[in-house]
Protein backbone atom coordinates (compact mmCIF):
# COMPACT_ATOMS: atom_id res chain seq x y z
CA UNK A 1 0.00 0.00 0.00
CA UNK A 2 1.56 3.29 -1.04
CA UNK A 3 0.53 5.90 0.52
CA UNK A 4 0.94 9.72 -1.29
CA UNK A 5 0.72 13.23 0.70
CA UNK A 6 -0.77 15.69 -1.37
CA UNK A 7 -0.96 19.12 -0.23
CA UNK A 8 -3.65 20.98 -1.96
CA UNK A 9 -3.62 24.97 -2.27
CA UNK A 10 -6.61 26.26 -4.39
CA UNK A 11 -5.24 30.02 -3.80
CA UNK A 12 -8.15 32.47 -5.68
CA UNK A 13 -11.03 32.65 -7.95
CA UNK A 14 -12.11 29.47 -9.42
CA UNK A 15 -9.22 27.61 -7.89
CA UNK A 16 -11.23 27.38 -5.25
CA UNK A 17 -13.72 25.50 -7.54
CA UNK A 18 -11.36 23.40 -9.34
CA UNK A 19 -8.81 22.07 -6.56
CA UNK A 20 -11.67 21.15 -4.41
CA UNK A 21 -13.07 18.64 -7.12
CA UNK A 22 -9.34 17.74 -7.83
CA UNK A 23 -9.35 16.27 -4.41
CA UNK A 24 -12.62 13.88 -5.01
CA UNK A 25 -10.70 12.37 -7.47
CA UNK A 26 -7.82 11.45 -6.29
CA UNK A 27 -10.00 10.57 -3.38
CA UNK A 28 -11.66 8.21 -5.93
CA UNK A 29 -8.84 6.69 -7.69
CA UNK A 30 -7.70 5.78 -3.93
CA UNK A 31 -10.73 3.59 -3.42
CA UNK A 32 -10.76 2.09 -6.78
CA UNK A 33 -6.74 1.10 -7.13
CA UNK A 34 -5.91 -1.04 -4.30
CA UNK A 35 -2.69 -0.36 -3.31
CA UNK A 36 -2.95 3.43 -3.91
CA UNK A 37 -4.38 6.05 -1.50
CA UNK A 38 -3.64 9.86 -0.75
CA UNK A 39 -4.17 12.00 2.19
CA UNK A 40 -4.90 15.61 1.07
CA UNK A 41 -3.85 18.44 3.48
CA UNK A 42 -5.48 21.77 2.42
CA UNK A 43 -3.88 25.01 2.83
CA UNK A 44 -5.86 28.17 2.48
CA UNK A 45 -3.40 30.50 1.33
CA UNK A 46 -4.17 33.48 -1.29
CA UNK A 47 -5.68 36.72 -1.27
CA UNK A 48 -8.34 35.60 1.71
CA UNK A 49 -4.74 34.98 3.38
CA UNK A 50 -3.53 38.46 2.57
CA UNK A 51 -6.36 40.35 3.91
CA UNK A 52 -5.84 38.75 6.90
CA UNK A 53 -2.37 38.23 7.51
CA UNK A 54 -0.87 40.85 4.72
CA UNK A 55 0.98 37.98 3.20
CA UNK A 56 0.02 35.42 0.43
CA UNK A 57 1.09 32.47 3.16
CA UNK A 58 2.68 32.29 6.11
CA UNK A 59 6.61 32.73 6.77
CA UNK A 60 7.56 28.68 7.29
CA UNK A 61 4.76 28.12 4.21
CA UNK A 62 7.60 26.37 2.30
CA UNK A 63 8.95 23.87 5.77
CA UNK A 64 5.14 23.34 5.88
CA UNK A 65 4.62 21.28 2.30
CA UNK A 66 8.76 20.40 2.24
CA UNK A 67 7.60 16.88 3.14
CA UNK A 68 5.00 16.44 0.98
CA UNK A 69 4.99 13.98 -1.97
CA UNK A 70 3.18 16.70 -4.14
CA UNK A 71 1.70 20.15 -4.52
CA UNK A 72 -1.88 20.33 -6.10
CA UNK A 73 -2.19 24.38 -6.87
CA UNK A 74 -5.37 26.10 -8.24
CA UNK A 75 -4.55 29.71 -8.66
CA UNK A 76 -2.90 33.16 -7.59
CA UNK A 77 -5.29 35.94 -8.50
CA UNK A 78 -7.25 38.47 -6.90
CA UNK A 79 -9.09 41.44 -8.18
CA UNK A 80 -8.55 43.85 -5.44
CA UNK A 81 -4.46 43.04 -4.91
CA UNK A 82 -2.11 43.66 -7.44
CA UNK A 83 -1.18 40.55 -9.43
CA UNK A 84 2.75 40.89 -9.09
CA UNK A 85 1.82 41.12 -5.16
CA UNK A 86 -0.20 37.33 -5.72
CA UNK A 87 2.15 35.94 -8.30
CA UNK A 88 5.49 36.56 -6.80
CA UNK A 89 3.82 36.43 -3.07
CA UNK A 90 2.69 32.77 -3.64
CA UNK A 91 3.01 30.73 -6.69
CA UNK A 92 6.61 31.54 -7.41
CA UNK A 93 8.11 31.38 -3.90
CA UNK A 94 6.95 27.98 -4.01
CA UNK A 95 7.91 27.36 -7.80
CA UNK A 96 11.32 29.56 -6.74
CA UNK A 97 11.87 27.71 -2.91
CA UNK A 98 11.61 24.14 -4.38
CA UNK A 99 13.42 24.99 -7.64
CA UNK A 100 11.09 23.69 -9.51
CA UNK A 101 13.43 24.54 -12.57
CA UNK A 102 11.61 22.94 -15.43
CA UNK A 103 7.90 24.19 -16.20
CA UNK A 104 6.05 21.18 -18.47
CA UNK A 105 3.14 21.44 -20.44
CA UNK A 106 1.94 18.98 -22.46
CA UNK A 107 -1.07 19.86 -24.94
CA UNK A 108 -3.38 17.30 -26.91
CA UNK A 109 -6.66 18.23 -28.56
CA UNK A 110 -8.43 15.55 -26.28
CA UNK A 111 -11.50 13.63 -28.12
CA UNK A 112 -14.59 15.67 -28.46
CA UNK A 113 -13.14 18.77 -28.49
CA UNK A 114 -12.58 21.11 -31.10
CA UNK A 115 -9.06 22.91 -32.26
CA UNK A 116 -9.56 26.57 -33.83
CA UNK A 117 -6.99 24.58 -36.31
CA UNK A 118 -8.43 22.36 -39.02
CA UNK A 119 -6.09 19.62 -38.53
CA UNK A 120 -6.35 16.40 -41.05
CA UNK A 121 -5.41 13.88 -38.19
CA UNK A 122 -6.03 12.69 -34.72
CA UNK A 123 -2.50 13.62 -33.41
CA UNK A 124 -1.40 16.09 -35.38
CA UNK A 125 -1.13 18.31 -32.73
CA UNK A 126 0.99 16.43 -30.08
CA UNK A 127 3.31 18.64 -28.65
CA UNK A 128 5.46 18.98 -24.87
CA UNK A 129 6.39 22.51 -24.08
CA UNK A 130 9.68 22.74 -21.80
CA UNK A 131 10.18 25.95 -19.78
CA UNK A 132 13.02 27.33 -18.29
CA UNK A 133 11.29 28.21 -14.89
CA UNK A 134 14.00 29.48 -12.66
CA UNK A 135 15.69 32.54 -14.30
CA UNK A 136 15.84 34.31 -17.97
CA UNK A 137 13.42 37.46 -17.82
CA UNK A 138 11.34 36.41 -14.66
CA UNK A 139 14.61 36.33 -12.41
CA UNK A 140 13.62 39.63 -10.44
CA UNK A 141 16.56 41.47 -11.14
CA UNK A 142 16.08 44.76 -11.49
CA UNK A 143 14.69 47.96 -10.33
CA UNK A 144 13.22 51.71 -10.49
CA UNK A 145 14.23 55.01 -9.79
CA UNK A 146 13.60 58.33 -9.70
CA UNK A 147 10.21 57.48 -9.49
CA UNK A 148 7.28 59.62 -11.10
CA UNK A 149 10.19 62.36 -12.42
CA UNK A 150 11.21 62.80 -15.66
CA UNK A 151 14.66 60.76 -15.51
CA UNK A 152 12.68 57.80 -14.29
CA UNK A 153 14.79 54.30 -14.57
CA UNK A 154 13.21 51.29 -14.74
CA UNK A 155 14.76 47.56 -15.89
CA UNK A 156 13.96 44.00 -15.78
CA UNK A 157 16.64 42.09 -16.48
CA UNK A 158 17.05 38.85 -18.35
CA UNK A 159 19.74 36.84 -16.76
CA UNK A 160 20.85 33.28 -17.90
CA UNK A 161 23.31 31.15 -16.41
CA UNK A 162 25.45 28.10 -18.11
CA UNK A 163 23.63 25.89 -14.92
CA UNK A 164 20.72 26.99 -15.37
CA UNK A 165 20.34 26.49 -19.24
CA UNK A 166 22.36 23.47 -18.97
CA UNK A 167 20.16 21.62 -16.53
CA UNK A 168 17.05 22.58 -18.77
CA UNK A 169 18.60 21.45 -22.13
CA UNK A 170 19.67 18.02 -20.72
CA UNK A 171 15.98 17.97 -18.81
CA UNK A 172 14.29 18.91 -22.58
CA UNK A 173 16.43 16.56 -24.72
CA UNK A 174 15.85 13.76 -22.20
CA UNK A 175 12.22 14.14 -22.76
CA UNK A 176 12.36 14.15 -26.35
CA UNK A 177 14.23 11.13 -26.25
CA UNK A 178 11.31 9.67 -24.47
CA UNK A 179 9.19 10.34 -27.07
CA UNK A 180 8.35 8.32 -30.05
CA UNK A 181 9.14 11.29 -32.47
CA UNK A 182 12.62 12.21 -30.56
CA UNK A 183 12.72 15.56 -31.84
CA UNK A 184 13.36 18.80 -30.03
CA UNK A 185 12.84 22.60 -31.37
CA UNK A 186 15.17 24.87 -29.60
CA UNK A 187 13.12 28.00 -29.84
CA UNK A 188 15.57 30.97 -29.05
CA UNK A 189 15.92 35.06 -30.25
CA UNK A 190 19.53 34.88 -31.13
CA UNK A 191 19.39 37.53 -33.93
CA UNK A 192 18.03 40.06 -31.87
CA UNK A 193 19.42 39.14 -28.70
CA UNK A 194 23.05 38.54 -28.55
CA UNK A 195 24.68 37.77 -25.39
CA UNK A 196 22.37 35.45 -23.06
CA UNK A 197 20.44 33.58 -25.95
CA UNK A 198 23.63 33.31 -28.16
CA UNK A 199 25.05 31.00 -25.06
CA UNK A 200 21.61 29.87 -24.75
CA UNK A 201 22.17 28.09 -28.72
CA UNK A 202 25.92 27.14 -27.97
CA UNK A 203 24.64 25.45 -24.95
CA UNK A 204 21.74 23.85 -26.85
CA UNK A 205 24.53 22.35 -28.91
CA UNK A 206 26.93 20.83 -26.72
CA UNK A 207 23.73 19.55 -24.75
CA UNK A 208 22.91 18.22 -28.05
CA UNK A 209 25.78 16.06 -28.34
CA UNK A 210 25.09 14.14 -25.69
CA UNK A 211 21.84 12.55 -27.54
CA UNK A 212 23.00 11.52 -30.75
CA UNK A 213 19.50 10.05 -31.10
CA UNK A 214 17.65 13.39 -30.80
CA UNK A 215 16.99 15.15 -33.67
CA UNK A 216 17.18 18.90 -32.99
CA UNK A 217 16.56 22.37 -34.65
CA UNK A 218 16.57 25.80 -33.45
CA UNK A 219 13.60 28.10 -34.02
CA UNK A 220 13.25 32.10 -33.79
CA UNK A 221 10.35 32.39 -31.35
CA UNK A 222 8.55 34.47 -33.45
CA UNK A 223 8.47 32.33 -36.39
CA UNK A 224 7.58 29.41 -33.66
CA UNK A 225 4.43 30.96 -33.42
CA UNK A 226 3.22 30.69 -37.02
CA UNK A 227 4.94 27.36 -37.23
CA UNK A 228 2.54 26.33 -34.42
CA UNK A 229 -0.26 27.86 -36.32
CA UNK A 230 0.36 26.72 -39.90
CA UNK A 231 2.46 23.25 -39.17
CA UNK A 232 1.30 22.01 -36.33
CA UNK A 233 2.43 18.60 -36.94
CA UNK A 234 5.94 19.65 -37.44
CA UNK A 235 6.52 19.84 -33.97
CA UNK A 236 6.79 17.98 -31.14
CA UNK A 237 9.01 18.55 -28.03
CA UNK A 238 10.18 22.17 -27.37
CA UNK A 239 12.39 24.18 -25.21
CA UNK A 240 12.33 28.09 -24.74
CA UNK A 241 12.55 30.72 -21.91
CA UNK A 242 10.36 31.68 -18.84
CA UNK A 243 8.74 34.44 -21.14
CA UNK A 244 8.94 32.88 -24.68
CA UNK A 245 7.37 29.73 -23.19
CA UNK A 246 5.24 31.67 -21.30
CA UNK A 247 3.57 33.11 -24.30
CA UNK A 248 3.54 29.77 -26.40
CA UNK A 249 2.01 27.77 -23.75
CA UNK A 250 -1.19 29.82 -24.04
CA UNK A 251 -1.18 30.25 -27.59
CA UNK A 252 -0.69 25.94 -27.27
CA UNK A 253 -3.56 25.94 -24.87
CA UNK A 254 -5.74 28.23 -27.21
CA UNK A 255 -4.80 25.86 -30.22
CA UNK A 256 -5.99 22.84 -28.28
CA UNK A 257 -9.68 24.46 -27.99
CA UNK A 258 -9.48 26.05 -23.84
CA UNK A 259 -7.42 27.25 -21.77
CA UNK A 260 -9.84 25.43 -19.16
CA UNK A 261 -8.37 22.41 -20.32
CA UNK A 262 -4.65 22.43 -20.18
CA UNK A 263 -2.19 21.31 -17.64
CA UNK A 264 1.34 21.64 -16.17
CA UNK A 265 3.83 20.87 -13.89
CA UNK A 266 6.20 22.50 -11.75
CA UNK A 267 9.27 20.13 -11.82
CA UNK A 268 12.54 19.75 -9.90
CA UNK A 269 13.40 16.66 -11.79
CA UNK A 270 16.00 15.73 -9.37
CA UNK A 271 13.06 15.11 -6.75
CA UNK A 272 14.63 17.11 -4.04
CA UNK A 273 11.55 18.99 -3.44
CA UNK A 274 7.67 18.30 -3.80
CA UNK A 275 7.02 19.36 -7.67
CA UNK A 276 3.88 21.13 -8.02
CA UNK A 277 0.72 20.65 -10.48
CA UNK A 278 -1.17 23.06 -11.71
CA UNK A 279 -4.14 24.03 -14.43
CA UNK A 280 -2.47 26.70 -16.58
CA UNK A 281 -5.56 28.97 -16.34
CA UNK A 282 -6.03 31.65 -13.92
CA UNK A 283 -8.62 33.08 -11.38
CA UNK A 284 -10.50 33.88 -14.21
CA UNK A 285 -12.86 36.67 -12.28
CA UNK A 286 -15.50 36.91 -14.79
CA UNK A 287 -17.02 32.96 -13.61
CA UNK A 288 -15.99 32.88 -10.03
CA UNK A 289 -18.53 31.15 -8.24
CA UNK A 290 -21.04 30.40 -10.82
CA UNK A 291 -19.59 26.81 -10.43
CA UNK A 292 -19.02 26.94 -14.17
CA UNK A 293 -15.31 26.73 -14.52
CA UNK A 294 -13.88 23.75 -16.45
CA UNK A 295 -11.94 20.91 -14.32
CA UNK A 296 -10.47 18.71 -16.93
CA UNK A 297 -7.25 21.09 -16.35
CA UNK A 298 -7.09 20.22 -12.93
CA UNK A 299 -7.75 16.67 -13.44
CA UNK A 300 -5.40 16.07 -16.67
CA UNK A 301 -2.59 18.23 -13.76
CA UNK A 302 -3.45 15.45 -11.51
CA UNK A 303 -2.51 13.32 -13.85
CA UNK A 304 0.98 14.48 -14.74
CA UNK A 305 1.46 14.67 -10.90
CA UNK A 306 0.66 10.52 -10.92
CA UNK A 307 3.10 10.57 -13.79
CA UNK A 308 5.75 12.51 -11.68
CA UNK A 309 5.34 9.95 -8.36
CA UNK A 310 5.67 7.45 -11.21
CA UNK A 311 1.97 5.54 -10.56
CA UNK A 312 1.46 5.40 -14.01
CA UNK A 313 -1.41 2.32 -14.39
CA UNK A 314 -3.72 5.34 -11.90
CA UNK A 315 -2.37 7.85 -14.34
CA UNK A 316 -3.16 5.97 -17.36
CA UNK A 317 -6.65 4.81 -16.00
CA UNK A 318 -7.44 8.63 -15.22
CA UNK A 319 -6.67 10.08 -18.54
CA UNK A 320 -9.07 7.67 -20.43
CA UNK A 321 -12.02 8.45 -18.08
CA UNK A 322 -11.06 12.06 -18.96
CA UNK A 323 -11.24 11.07 -22.79
CA UNK A 324 -14.29 9.39 -22.09
CA UNK A 325 -15.60 12.59 -20.81
CA UNK A 326 -14.78 15.59 -23.16
CA UNK A 327 -16.02 13.12 -26.24
CA UNK A 328 -19.18 13.68 -24.76
CA UNK A 329 -20.44 17.12 -25.68
CA UNK A 330 -23.28 17.09 -22.78
CA UNK A 331 -20.28 17.47 -20.71
CA UNK A 332 -18.55 20.36 -21.78
CA UNK A 333 -18.67 23.33 -20.01
CA UNK A 334 -19.17 27.19 -21.39
CA UNK A 335 -15.28 27.71 -22.60
CA UNK A 336 -16.03 24.89 -24.54
CA UNK A 337 -19.58 25.87 -25.75
CA UNK A 338 -21.61 23.80 -23.58
CA UNK A 339 -23.72 24.27 -20.66
CA UNK A 340 -22.63 21.15 -17.79
CA UNK A 341 -21.19 22.60 -14.66
CA UNK A 342 -18.00 21.91 -12.46
CA UNK A 343 -20.27 18.92 -10.35
CA UNK A 344 -21.56 17.22 -13.57
CA UNK A 345 -18.29 17.02 -15.48
CA UNK A 346 -16.26 16.07 -12.23
CA UNK A 347 -19.48 13.39 -11.18
CA UNK A 348 -19.15 12.30 -14.80
CA UNK A 349 -15.19 12.03 -14.20
CA UNK A 350 -15.42 9.97 -11.10
CA UNK A 351 -17.93 7.23 -12.98
CA UNK A 352 -16.26 6.99 -15.55
CA UNK A 353 -13.12 5.74 -13.72
CA UNK A 354 -15.15 3.28 -12.24
CA UNK A 355 -15.49 1.80 -15.84
CA UNK A 356 -12.28 2.38 -17.84
CA UNK A 357 -10.53 0.97 -14.57
P1 LIG B 1 -7.70 33.54 -16.66
O1 LIG B 1 -7.09 32.24 -17.05
O2 LIG B 1 -8.11 33.66 -15.25
O3 LIG B 1 -8.98 33.79 -17.59
C1 LIG B 1 -8.93 34.02 -18.99
C2 LIG B 1 -10.28 33.64 -19.63
O4 LIG B 1 -10.40 32.22 -19.69
C3 LIG B 1 -11.49 34.14 -18.82
O5 LIG B 1 -12.51 34.53 -19.71
C4 LIG B 1 -11.91 32.91 -18.04
O6 LIG B 1 -13.27 32.87 -17.72
C5 LIG B 1 -11.54 31.77 -18.99
N1 LIG B 1 -11.17 30.57 -18.24
C6 LIG B 1 -9.98 30.35 -17.62
N2 LIG B 1 -10.00 29.16 -17.00
C7 LIG B 1 -11.21 28.63 -17.22
C8 LIG B 1 -11.84 27.40 -16.81
N3 LIG B 1 -11.20 26.48 -16.06
N4 LIG B 1 -13.11 27.17 -17.19
C9 LIG B 1 -13.76 28.06 -17.94
N5 LIG B 1 -13.23 29.23 -18.37
C10 LIG B 1 -11.97 29.52 -18.00
O7 LIG B 1 -6.65 34.69 -17.03
P2 LIG B 1 -6.65 36.25 -16.68
O8 LIG B 1 -8.05 36.78 -16.81
O9 LIG B 1 -5.58 36.83 -17.47
O10 LIG B 1 -6.22 36.35 -15.16
C11 LIG B 1 -7.11 36.47 -14.05
C12 LIG B 1 -6.28 36.43 -12.76
O11 LIG B 1 -5.65 35.16 -12.62
C13 LIG B 1 -5.19 37.48 -12.70
O12 LIG B 1 -5.10 37.96 -11.38
C14 LIG B 1 -3.94 36.70 -13.06
O13 LIG B 1 -2.77 37.25 -12.52
C15 LIG B 1 -4.24 35.35 -12.45
N6 LIG B 1 -3.52 34.23 -13.11
C16 LIG B 1 -2.94 33.31 -12.31
C17 LIG B 1 -2.31 32.20 -12.86
C18 LIG B 1 -1.68 31.19 -11.95
O14 LIG B 1 -1.81 31.28 -10.75
N7 LIG B 1 -1.01 30.19 -12.47
C19 LIG B 1 -2.28 32.04 -14.25
C20 LIG B 1 -2.91 33.00 -15.06
C21 LIG B 1 -3.53 34.10 -14.47
MN1 LIG C 1 1.00 32.34 -18.39
Given amino acids: MKLYNIALIPGDGIGKEVIPAGQKILQTLGELEPHLSFECSVF ?22 KGMDAILFGSAGDPDIAD ?34 KLKHDGDLDWV ?15 RVHTGHPIEVATDVSMMTRTGVQRIMRYAFRLAQS ?19 VMWDEIAAEVGSEFPDVRWEKELVDAATARMVNRPQTLDTMVATNLHADILSDLA ?32 FDIMGKGWANPIGTFWSCVMMLEHLNELKAAERLMKAIEHVTAQKQYHT ?13 QAVIEALGHVG
Fill in 44 to 65: DWGGDYYRLHHKMMPEDGLHQL
Fill in 179 to 197: RAKKHLTVVTKSNAQRHAM
Fill in 334 to 346: RDLAGVATTSQVT
Fill in 253 to 284: AALAGSLGIAPTGNIDPEKRYPSMFEPIHGSA
Fill in 84 to 117: HITLWGLRLKICQGFDQYANVRPTRILPGIDSPL
Fill in 129 to 143: IVRENSEGEYSGVGG
